[in-house]
């Protein structure tokens, strides 16, 4: 996949950093360069979205009952009457000032409707990605350790239903299991009914919140309530994270130093540990970044099953309504946050690497 | 000179036996591997499925028995019946027709276009290469999932659109193939001869290096399939791939939602075929990838 450990790929990556300040800046300019170049081929793709593919957008937002001067005016506030390139060029300006447009269904400014269920979404994936980590590369390096063994094919089969369960199926089959049948967990949404609107909003983040303002009870009730949708996350990044971590561990089980310190007599722990585990933690970086971009895409799903009030919920919401605004508004965010992260373990990658330094 | 034999030469007389010798190494390969049999096994039921699904399922798709609703599994009805008494198992059965159309023209669309893509940008080179693959680089860094979402949004709900949508997501990776591999091969004698030869561009690129990347167009497509397959049924689930009555997986487990609680099997049972099916893709793909490319073994 993106991951070339070896740099197997056939030509050298772009702005491979060299040594030297000179290097290290133009590696840093070309950074900004290019995310600034996808950001814009995002917003290229959303306004194509937007306004070229709906056979008329104007008609979209009046609704066809709506007579000709309405028509007219709401087309000419909407800039439809200018060229395309210029409609870009403005939209692109409205984006940069953080004018998204007003969401139809809720009345308000999308880019104020993401700031509040941003946080939820956050939340959520930050968690999803903390189980994925803390017991994904346990196993993975415990498959690689034990290649072949029973617990090597469970973690490949864990790993490959990563890739085949629908994450809607998941939450829906664990509501059913751990909620409504075994009672171990709460239901849908972030706090029992009785709590809701206790907690002040501090960082939006109802587990920080509550602990901030000392509601340990408020604080146990959402943990009852994230635990399921954070675990279902997380066993599809748990999924990725381990296959990854086992295939780069065999990389070095299977190299000579490995068996030197074997035959040096070195505890069969710290081999794997130290010797083999230390080099691939910066691959693994990598690995984790890219899984928690994929979380927050994930996420989209996992909420509309969860009533789980997040950018994804909003997103469907919006979707069901036909509300373009907020729609394009999420697509937007959630893209340019998957674009950061991407970038951001790409760079880490490089700097921590020490061969690409 | 027995059958065997005449496949497994090692100096073919002719086109064809050469082909259909490489297609014999490559079966038996793939038997050898438990898993990809498996696959392949699955992949096979769910043609079959799909082919003789008036056969195969016990009642209709769409008719209705409202006394017969919300009936736990049996051995008259084995998935139970959903909210207006159809039998689940006999719409599973013709649910695999619709899955099955939409993994064919997504992998129909898409890899045809990824590939010529790819390969125009890898043989030109230069800034051709460059606006083509930062165009696809663009598109590999967002989110699928979001985009087919968004596409899907602005052309409509419906089972042809989401098609498109999921198609227009997913040929940048074989861009990204198709290039790498051209670039390997570009400067190869063989080219150079057809070159010489008086062979243009379009002649070189469709005959010569476009059936070259071929092989690893198609572990790349199985393995993807199984991701198709989960954004079909997501965007099903969320009102917005295939509309009822239509039995299409995705949509059946949203109806079930509702009854997740009490009538279990309306929501689970469509959730195990999308399973089946995705890990057999996975499990073929694995398969292919290990005999068609063995550079790659291990890896991943």
Known sequence: MAIDQQGASPEPAPGYAGRGLVRGFSTASGFVLTLFLTFLGLLAITFF????????????????????????????????????????????????????????????????????????????????????????????????????????????????????????????????????????????????????????????????????????????????????PAAVLGFFSLAYIARMTRSFMLDQLSQEFVTTARVKGVPERVVIWRHAFNPIRVPLITVIGLSYAGLLEGSVMIETVFSWPGIGNYLTTALLNADMNAVLGATLVIGAVFIVINKISDVLYRVLDPRAR | MSNRDWLLADSPTSRLQANVGRAYRVFTALMRNPLSVLGGVIILVLLLTAAFAPWIAPYSAVGQDLGNR??????????????????????????????????????????????????????????????????????????????????????????????????????????????????????????????????????????????????????????????????????????????????????????????ILDQWWVATMPGFAIIIVSLGFCFLGDGLRDVLDPKSEGKN
Not at chain 1, 172 to 181: D, H, K, N
Not at chain 2, 140 to 157: H, Q, W, Y
Not at chain 2, 168 to 180: D, G, K, L, N, V
Not at chain 2, 237 to 256: H, K, N
């Open chain 2, 70 to 259: 919300l009936m736990p599994p049996s051995a008259a009805h084995w998935m139970g019946t959903d909210e207006l008494g159809r039998d689940i198992f006999s719409r599973v059965v013709w649910g695999s027709q619709i899955t099955l159309t939409i993994v064919l023209l997504v992998a129909l669309i898409s890899a045809p276009l990824g590939l010529l893509i790819g390969a125009i940008a890898g043989y030109f080179g230069g800034w051709v290469d460059r606006f083509l693959m930062g165009f696809t680089d663009i598109f590999l860094s967002l989110p699928k999932l979001i985009l087919a979402l968004a596409f899907v949004a602005a052309l409509g709900p419906g089972i042809n659109n989401a098609i498109i949508a999921i198609a227009i997501t997913s040929w940048p990776a074989y861009a990204r193939i198709a290039r790498a591999e051209t670039l390997t091969i570009r400067n190869a004698e063989y080219i150079q001869a057809v070159q010489l030869a008086g062979g243009g561009p379009v002649r070189l690129i469709v005959q010569h290096i476009l059936p070259l990347c071929t092989s690893s167009m198609i572990i790349r497509v199985t393995l993807d399939m199984a991701g198709v397959i989960l954004t079909a049924a997501g965007l099903g689930f969320l009102g917005l791939g295939a509309q009822p009555p239509l039995p299409e997986w995705g949509a059946m487990i949203s109806r079930g939602r509702t009854f």
């Open chain 1, 49 to 228: 979205i937007g306004r070229v593919i709906p056979i008329d957008p104007v008609l979209a937002v009046v609704g066809d009952r709506a007579t000709q001067e309405q028509y007219d005016v709401a087309k000419i506030a909407m800039g439809l009457d200018q060229p395309l390139w210029m409609q870009f060029i403005s939209y692109v300006g409205n984006v940069f000032t953080g004018d998204l447009g007003m969401s139809v269904s809720t009345g308000r400014p999308v880019i104020e409707d993401l700031s509040r269920f941003f946080p939820a979404t956050f939340e959520m994936a930050t968690l999803g990605i903390l189980i994925g980590c803390a017991l994904g590369i346990p196993l993975g390096v415990t498959a690689a350790a034990r290649q072949g063994s029973w617990l090597d094919q469970v973690i490949r089969v864990v790993g490959l239903l990563g890739y085949s369960v629908p994450a809607f199926w998941l939450g829906l089959v664990g509501l059913a299991l751990f909620y409504a049948r075994l009672r171990w967990v709460g239901g849908p949404g972030r706090l029992d009914i009785f709590y809701d609107g206790l907690v002040e909003p501090v960082t939006g983040m109802i587990l920080i919140d509550s602990l901030i303002r000392g509601e340990i009870d408020i604080f146990w009730n959402a943990v009852s309530h994230i635990i399921l």
